[in-house]
């Protein structure tokens, strides 16, 4: 006889499948079971509310996580378990009336969820500094970045005290608030003193919050934090190394040219020094395509041609993805004449090489391309072999479908409105486990990749939300993709 599996952990697999109304019917089920064999004001029934409200954040759903929260965090705990779910429920409220935008009187719960912590753990407990970050959170949100500061810098000093695990992620959100307050302010003072470890995880954390915090404030503070890191580090350090490349992605965002190919510039000789064909590939693909969208042409000639040279060395397969990239980047250029070359070559050098999902990548570039170029019979074999090899799952797929369907029947693919046919089927899928505010269109790339438009800054937690529903979207139209190939 197996253990049956918690409801959570059944509907959190169930989410990971796709399938967001078993997911609920577990919780809804579990909750109601909770309340009629222990009563409605059990710790059992608060234990379900909470999971329940757990499930409902995950897609987004956070109204009626509220509701839920909001019936769970009144349940008076009778022991100590029983009080540290209740202050937990507090807390995971304050978060979801942050997320639902409601931020005033997220800020009004956190207050006195703070005081609850202090009053039941201790001024100086990992609980109350736990309670100070996410106060910290929903301050940077509403705008008032001075107190989120203060807060952040309180929950930093308990886990130093402490020697927490959460103290790198503690001090990438006080670095992050204090660039947000005043962007010349420094953000490192007291990082040079870190041990190495904690000192790492630390630019991991800041590197973490590039995709959540505004690029100019992001970009500060890992411009602030390089030089240390290269001190306490290395260049041969991979976090170092990551760090570089985060810095070039918050540059690009930043549109700030001159910082993106010098942080690119420095990934690629450090890259280079270590003697790793791949991975200096790599760095100098990204680097002479900076170039190519700075305007540079010279310099991102040379860059491709050289990196074409290195990966060679490594496979074919990498060689055919330097060409696919130089080709499409060509195109985007309107060199339209010399990028159809290099994506005809990437096709032949991608069938010399091991990986098939590479020539898959590289049949859909120059198949796309002639489609553009209305070479409907040029462009459908191309088409049809990029589904053949292509992983059903990948966006690289779905995009050669809609292509190909485009195709046959006679319709546009989408690609000159940004893929917009095919995003407007995500974008309905995704939209309701989101704030109402946040989302204001989700396209597709002519190379499949799901592109976002905002109408504000996301929090951390809506960013978190946001990814799981997406990839929940893509999961159900690859899921029906297969099922009419199928059919």
């Not at 990966?311 to 990498?318: I, T």
């Not at 204001?440 to 976002?452: A, H, K, P």
């Amino acid at each position: 006889m197996t253990d049956e599996k918690p409801p959570i952990e059944l509907a959190m697999e169930h989410l990971q499948a796709g399938d967001i109304a078993n997911a609920e019917a577990v919780m809804e089920n579990a909750r109601d079971g909770a309340e009629e064999e222990f009563g409605a004001l059990s710790p059992q029934y608060a234990a379900a509310q909470f999971n329940y409200a757990t499930v409902l954040g995950a897609l987004g759903d956070f109204d009626r996580g509220i509701e839920e929260l909001r019936k769970a965090a009144v349940i008076p705990g009778v022991d100590t378990e029983g009080k540290a779910l209740q202050l937990t429920a507090r807390l995971q409220l304050g978060e979801f009336l942050a997320r639902s935008g409601e931020l005033e009187e997220a800020i009004t719960e956190f207050q006195s969820t703070l005081a609850a912590h202090e009053a039941e753990y201790g001024a100086n407990a990992e609980q109350t500094a736990a309670a100070c970050e996410s106060y910290a959170h929903a301050c940077l949100v509403s705008g008032d970045a001075g107190r989120a500061a203060e807060l952040a810098e309180r929950a930093a000093d308990i886990y130093w005290k402490l020697e927490h695990e959460m103290l790198p992620a503690a001090l990438a959100l006080r670095a992050t608030a204090i660039k947000a307050r005043d962007l010349d302010a420094t953000a490192m003072d007291g990082m040079t003193e870190l041990k190495r470890d904690v000192f790492d995880a630390f630019v991991t954390a800041c590197i973490e919050r590039v995709d959540t915090d505004p690029p100019s404030i992001a970009l500060a503070v890992m411009m602030d934090l390089a030089p240390i890191a290269l001190n306490k580090l290395s260049t041969k350090s991979t976090t170092y190394l990551a760090l570089l490349e985060a810095i070039a992605g918050a540059a690009d965002d930043a549109n700030e040219e001159d910082a993106r190919i010098a942080a690119l510039g420095d990934l690629f000789k450090h890259q280079a020094a270590l003697g790793d064909d791949e991975l200096t590939t790599r760095a100098q693909m990204q680097l002479a395509e900076a170039f190519i969208e700075s305007g540079d042409g010279e310099k991102a000639q040379f860059h491709f041609a050289a990196a074409q040279k290195r990966a060679g060395k490594v496979s074919k397969s990498h060689e055919a993805q330097v060409l696919r990239s130089w080709g499409l980047n060509l195109v985007e250029a309107e060199s339209k004449q010399e990028g159809r070359a290099k994506l005809q070559l990437a096709v032949e050098t991608s069938r010399e090489g091991p990986d098939s999902e590479t020539i898959g990548d590289c049949l859909l570039a120059l198949g796309v391309f002639l489609q553009h170029e209305h070479e409907a019979s040029a462009a459908k074999p191309l088409l049809e072999g990029a589904i053949e090899v292509l992983p059903l799952e990948s966006n690289e797929s779905l995009i050669a479908h809609a292509h190909l369907e485009a195709l046959e029947n006679g319709t546009s693919c989408g690609c000159e409105d940004g893929g917009a046919a095919i995003g407007a089927a995500i974008m309905s899928l995704v939209s309701p486990h989101v704030p109402d505010d946040l989302l204001e269109e989700i396209t597709l790339d002519n190379e499949g990749g799901v592109q976002v438009t905002l109408n504000r800054e996301p929090t951390e937690e809506e960013t978190d939300t946001l990814n799981r529903a997406i990839e929940a979207a893509m999961n159900v139209i690859q899921r029906e993709l297969g099922q009419a190939m199928d059919a």
